[in-house]
């Protein structure tokens, strides 16, 4: 029943920005996790950023001091504001939500695409 629907994904040069979004929808529990992964082509997928629903991130090494997450507990919407970008942030970014408690609660996006240029 959960839906969560992303946004934002786009084609921009380095050094420019993207705020990406995602609504999620249906049941989900209250004590959770939000956040985005990423896969690259040829490469495994790995955590970008996730919130806890007290407001607590956390952040790959690779993105720290560039992106941002934040939430809106109201509406069940994470953000993800991406300044800085490199090339190497070029990937499908994935949202995500889990159970806090119980892992194998879990929902998968589809996917928006982020595409950096040189």
């Known amino acids: 029943q959960v839906q969560l629907a992303e946004s934002g994904g786009g084609l921009v040069q380095a050094g420019g920005s993207l705020r990406l979004s995602c609504a999620a929808s249906?049941?989900?529990?209250?004590?959770?996790?939000m956040g985005w992964y990423r896969q690259a082509p040829g490469k495994q997928r790995e955590l970008v950023a996730d919130?806890?629903?007290?407001?607590?991130?956390s952040y790959g090494d690779s993105v720290k001091g560039r992106f941002t997450i934040s939430r809106d507990g109201a509406k069940s919407t994470v953000f993800l504001q991406m300044d800085s970008l490199k090339p190497e942030d070029t990937a499908t970014y994935y949202c995500h939500v889990r159970n806090i408690f119980l892992s194998h609660d879990e929902h998968w996006g589809q996917g928006t695409q982020v595409t950096v240029s040189s």
């Open positions: 919130i806890t629903s007290g407001g607590t991130a």
């Open positions: 249906g049941s989900i529990f209250s004590n959770n996790v």
